[in-house]
């Protein structure tokens, strides 16, 4: 079993306190051409209102990226199932980064593969991610991946059961 976070995005109000926490916990210095691992952005719907979208890296069950590495600098933490890397052998080929297919890899100032991690090791002590310490409405959490599949599953059901009533 591995965790996952994840995003309400009924209560996500676009503030940018998640970003702004994953920069300062990673040491991101975006003023340098530095891409943030999280971002806010908002997506127009059929009403004319917004919804508000924290996105970072989804730490893919089967990530394209750790296969796409030739010098495994990608794998999966056996504990938190979060997609981590140690850049030591990185060449920077963008291998990586071309294979994922939301663009989660990114490259720091030295040219070698940088990216989300779940904060990992705050995780590994019982801490909750930067991104989800932060949020100030509580848009993320962070869960058991099971707990998430059980909790889209009650959500689908309500949603089934409200189009039954009409």
Do not use: W
């Not at 924290?54 to 990608?74: E, G, Q, R, T, V």
């Not at 991104?131 to 959490?141: D, H, I, Q, S, W």
């Not at 949603?159 to 009533?165: I, N, P």
């Amino acid at each position: 079993m591995g965790k996952v976070i994840d995003l309400d995005i009924q209560k996500c109000s676009a503030c940018g306190a998640c970003a702004v926490a994953c920069m300062d916990q990673n040491d991101l210095d975006v003023t340098k051409g530095v891409s943030p691992f999280r971002m806010v952005c908002d997506l127009e719907d059929e009403d004319g209102g917004y919804e508000y979208y924290s996105i970072a890296c989804f730490h893919c069950d089967d990530a394209p990226c750790i296969k796409a590495c030739p010098c495994n600098c990608l794998s999966k933490d056996e504990e938190t199932g979060f997609t981590v890397y140690d850049n030591t052998n990185c060449i920077g080929c963008h291998s990586c980064a071309m294979a994922c297919p939301f663009g989660a890899p990114s490259y720091g100032a030295d040219g070698k593969m940088i990216k989300c991690d779940g904060c990992v090791e705050r995780v590994k002590q019982g801490l909750e991610p930067a991104c989800v310490r932060n949020c100030p409405t509580g848009a993320l959490t962070i869960m058991e991946d099971q707990e998430l599949k059980e909790k889209k599953i009650k959500c689908s059901l309500k949603k089934m059961m409200e189009l039954l009533d009409e």
